[in-house]
Every structure is written in C-alpha cells, then in structure tokens.
C-alpha cells in the first residue's frame, strides 16, 4: 500500500478519534458543572483543557457556552472538534479510491451536519443533544469501516490510528484526574466525589463496563485500575496496546518487509508493561510517572511508524 | 389524474427550430430519421411522469456516486455535478466506421510527426510544414529530440473533439494529445443509462464500450521497458485539487492500479519508486495525467510540487514508460492542427477521411488582415489553450472583447488562429419536461498501444444553454451517452 494512502487512513482515524474523545469529555465537563457543590468552573475548564493536551487559546474567560461553542465550532482552532472532523474528511477525500461509499458517506453526512446552519442553534438549545449525534456519527463510521472495508492494510492503519489516539487520550486524562483522585480520598465521602468519579469514568464510556466488573463501588484505586490494566474493555489503555500490538503485527505479516525491530520493541515493552504489572505496584510508586511514560511511549510508536511505513529515508530502503 | 396518459408526439416537442444545422434526429423537413425513430416512439410512449422519474433516479445516481468535477476560480462549493441529458446520442454503424478510419489514420499520422520532429525532422526541411512554427511552439520540448520512445508511442491515449456540419460531415475540431478528460463520464454515462432505458437499450443493439479500462491497461501494459514481463503500472494524478480527479480515481479503481501523486514517486539511479508501508516498489509505467510543466521540476517547472525529480532522466534512461509522452502538446497546437492534413499526405500518401475545420493563421499577414476584419464572424481561440478558456466567439462577443483580442491578435499573433463560427449539429436534449435541440460534439477516444484501438462510443458534450456554442464542462456543458449502433 502506499505510504501516503497509509498515512491518509491513519491521519483519519485519529482525527476522529480526537474529535470523539473532546466530544466526550466536554460533555461531561458541562454536565459536572451543573452541580455547583463541588470544584468551580473554572477548575473544571482548567481540568479539561489539560486533559486535552493545553490547546492555546481556551483561557477560561467566565462565559461556558461561549468557549463551548468555540471548542466544538472554531474549524481554525486545532482544538476543536469541526477541526477534526474537516481534518478526517480531508484524508479521507485524498484516498477516496481506498475507503468504501459507505465510508465516505457517512464521513459526509456528519461533515455536513455540523457544517449546517441549524447545528449550531441545535447546540445552542441543546447541548447534551448535539453532543451526543456527533457522537452518533463516529460510531456509524466505525462500524461501516469494520463492516464495509477489507480488513487488509488499509484497515490496520485505521485500527492503529484510532488505538494510538485513544491510549494517548486516555493516559493524558488519567495523568490530569490522579492527583485529585487520590487527594480527595483522605477528605470525606461526599456526593460530589461520587459525580467526579462518575464523570472520570464517562469521559471514557467506561461506567457501565466498570459496574459490570466491580460494582457500582467506586473507587479510585479500582477505577484506576480498570481503565489502565483492563484487557477486555475498548477504552482501556491495555486494550488499546493490543490492539497498536496487533494491528503492527498484521501490517508486517501483510506486507513482505522485515519487521522493524525497533518498533517491535517499543510496542512489546509498552505491551508487557501493563501486561506484566498489578495496580498495587504501580500505585506504591509513581503513578504519575507511570502514565506519562505511557503517553511517551506512544508518541515514541508514533514517530516509529512514520519512520518505517511513511517517511523512510530512501537510503534505508535501497539497503534492504 | 391524466398522469397514466401517454405524451402525445407534438406536445413532447417544446421549441424545437430547425434551421441550416444538422439536427442529429430529424431531417429539415421535420420527419425522423429513420434510426431515431425508435426512441422517439418509445418517449412518445413513456407517461409523462415516468420520464420525469427517471431523471430524477439518473440525476440522484450521479449525485450519490459522487460523479463530480471541480470548477476553477471558486473559493465555495468546488466540487460540482458534471450535467447529465438523458436522451442517448445515435451514431450508425456506417457514420462510425468513417469515423473510426479517419481518426486512425489522423493519429497514425500525427504519432509519425511527433516521432519526425523529434528526431530527423524530415518533414520541416521538406518545407511541409514550417519551422518556425514548430520551434515556436510553446509545447515543444527540446528535451525530447533525439530520444528512444518505447514503441516509438507518443500518444497513447487521445481523445480528438468532432463536430458534424451542416452537410452532415464530421470533420475535427481538435487533437488532445496531452491529457485527454472524460472518459469516466463515458463509462458513467453508460452505466446509468442501462439502467434508465433498459429496453431501448437492448432494442437498438448498441456496441458495448465497458471494456475501456482493460483496454487501457493493456495499452499501458504493451508499452512496459523491456525486459519488465509483469509491470507495475500506476496512474500519475496531481492530486485531490485537479478538475479531473474523480476520473483518476475512477480509472485507478477500475483498472486495479495505484493513484499516485508526485510525492509518493523517489528516483534513484534513474529508476522511478513509489514508496509503499512495505519500502520502495520499482514502478515501470506512468499513465501521466500531470502536464509537461509540472512533472519533473528538474528539467520543467522548478517550482512545480506536482511532479517527482529525477523522472525525465529516468524516462530518457529507458527504465520508466510515462505516457503520453513529453512535448505531444505540439502536435495538438491550433496552428499546427491547421497543417494535420498536409501531414497525412506527407506520411500516409493518404487524404484526410476526416477534414479539418478551415483555419486561418494569424501570423501569415494576409490571412490576419481579412481576420481583423472579419473578428464579429469569426471564432478567435488561443493555439495553446484548452477547455474553452482564451477564446472568442466572434457573433457572440462585444465591441469591447473584439478591441481587446484584436489588441492580443496584433501583440502576439503566433498566439492565435481564427475560424468560421460553425453551425454544428444539435441532438435532441430534456429541457424541462421538452425535446429541444442543442448543439452537441463528440469526442472519442483512442488508444495505442500495440496497434489504434477505438472503443466505440465517445462523450457527446452538450451546450446546455439554448443556442450556446460551448461544450466544455468548464464553462456550462454537460453530456450524454452515445450510442454507436451494431447496424
């Protein structure tokens, strides 16, 4: 395949991903803040942007809905989710001879609806509503690119792409939550930690998964530990790995290259990390330390892939 | 409810004027001729609504294809929806094997020149055809003479522009032995009509033109370097911006070849590679749908991004077939179109079996003078130019327009040729819920590869806007399928 195409598909995957993962955290941010008991606004908005990675420009100036609308509208800010969306569109469009109609439709339909005069009135008088069908039309994406596309190539890039994003996303929001998770348990029980504890968990459309497993008692250490070790949940960072692991895997088998080692390490290390861990150790040490070695890891795949899939020097090519 | 009755024979007729243009369906006389007959009876036939219905399903057919092409000079909505008539064009089989024959030997004839001109140019110091202006020529490309063309091919793929005058004749417009668009909109056009008339269709026997891409293909394939049994063959697009990129990915997806763009091509060692997740792939054979300018920066265009350094000097090593080749542009020069039967003397021994449009050269003083005079009659096109763009339509112009080409014509008057506003044929076309006639070409397409394959058919272009002399998609044409009947 070629690297272009591959970058293309991967590019569009995760800017989906993006834009799902901000849709996500912004609504439940937004629905936090109407209970006005716990942490200020402020905190809450400083809390997300951190846990989307500090985009410049999303200072809290007092006016939710207006830096709402700017975070899901503003198509020039890098942040926002219109920017993702054009930006999956976009590679999409460039490889349109790859993907399938079904594809690309529904990538369409959902540019075009929030490119439509009533999305914004929409999201002006219901913001939970408008949240929740743009949410709707990435998993329709999702399921006709699993249910419509050749599971060749093509698609691992896909997977690879949306896996990366999400570990990446998931380790940054558990890096920001942690030091108030394990703050406020020396502080009384409250509701209000209850609804935080709940937001974490909504933010990765784990709370249902987590009561399958757990209960409905919540506790960080538990919470922590589902949405970092979990092997069975989608939005849990171990999943995730497996799924980078598995999706490389079969890009080598496919292709007739000799596997890169250095790639092949990086991942299994990643991979045996959490794999080979329990949630006690990792919390009698540095927990912060941990998930940032995570999210380093995976810049560090991000930067591998590149170098062997897509802008290998020719050098290195002829060599082999 | 008169919907279930069927549309009387003089009402499906709107304004429908006959006048000294061919009209492609009926005689002057009014009376059908005789091959439309057929389709004529079954419209007469059709409930008024269910015409309209099945417009309606071909237009959503198109739309949800995403058929579309890109008009330039548009910041919104870019992306447009190439106009479709729903009445098939009718050619028969004896019309279409004079045209088969004259574009076979206009384009054997026009390959020879190319290679002649690149080479001995024989027929320049023959004084055939002058020299000036072929050094003048701003698609010459001096980078070509002397080299080995595989095959000795230059144009691969061409797609020539007729039209029918008023006698009937088909005569030719133009060469496009560049990059030659639309054969998608042919095989679209095609398709959705099976499905719209399926009956008809079937009735009228009509020569299948599905097999184009394989042809393609197989041109493509004959034309591989030596010693390359199994060639990698890929289709060299500009990219998602171009007018044409629907049908690159189109003729990509159907041929079952990559889509390549200039910056997934690396040359090493004068070979071409396209870079694949699995490293470099040695590719042998272009289909070029990037101009001369833009393909290579190192021996075109330096600031072009469009193309991939190193190419022509792997093409010129022989390890890489790019087709069509360079600097083809000069033989489909306006001015150079005017010598195209000289030509097929001068090669063939042969006379034209299909004439060229009279054609007035303005850097022959004499002619330029009864041109200036003459500019509100004439038709004043650019030699270089294509897609209807750097033209002027001498009947249909202002006083202003005129002053200002006549200034061109006098600045830079190798630039420029004139001819007479031809009354070209018109085909009945659906306007509204009407027949009216507008003017229509044709443009076939034919490929070489080992021998001149023509697929029978072409993309009828239609003026859309009554009494409109331009075709091109560019400027507010659309198209309709053609039928070349077995009989």
Redesign the interface.
Known sequence: MLSRVADSLYWMSRYLERAENTVRQLDVTMSLMLDTGGASSEARWKRLMAALGKPAGMEWNGDLEQMARKLVFDSLDPAAVTFCLNGARENARQVREEISTEQWQRLNRLFHQMHSPNAQTQFDSNVNDALTSVVDGIHLFKGVSDTTMIHGQGWQFIRLGRYLERAYATATLLEVYQPDLFHAQEREHSGYQYLELVGLLRCCTSFEAYCQVYTADLSPDRILEFLLLNCDFPHAIRYCVDGIRDAIDNIQRTGGRRPPDELTAVTGRLHAMLGFTTIREILAGDAAAFLHTIREQCMRIHELIYRYYVHYSIQSALAV | MNAGHPVEMDTLYGDYPLDQAFDEMRVATGELRPHYCALAETLARLPHDELQRRKQSADLSFL???ITFTVYGRDEGTERIFPYDLLPRLITAQEWDRIERGLTQRITALNLFLRDVYSEAKILNDRVVPRELVYSCKHYRRQMRGLQVPRNVYIAVVGSDLLRLNTGEFVVLEDNLRVPSGVSYMLTNRRVMKRTFPQLFSSYGVRPIEHYPQLLLATLRSLAPEGRPEPNIVLLTP??FNSAYFEH?YL??QMGI????G??L?T?DNIV????????KRVDVIYRRVDDDFSDPLIFRGDSTLGCTGLFNAYRAGNVTVTNAFGTGLADDKAVYAYVPRMIRYYLGEEAILPNVETYLLSEEKERRHVLANLDKLVVKAVGESGGYGMLIGPQSTAGQREEFARQIEANPRNYIAQPTLDFSRAPCLIGDRLEPRHVDLRPYILFGDKINIVPGGLTRVALERGSLVVNSSQGGGSKDTWILEQ
């Open positions: 949800t294809q995403g990219g998602v990915t990509a997806r990559d889509l390549v763009e910056r997934d690396v090493h590679y396209m870079r694949t997740t699995d490293g470099l």
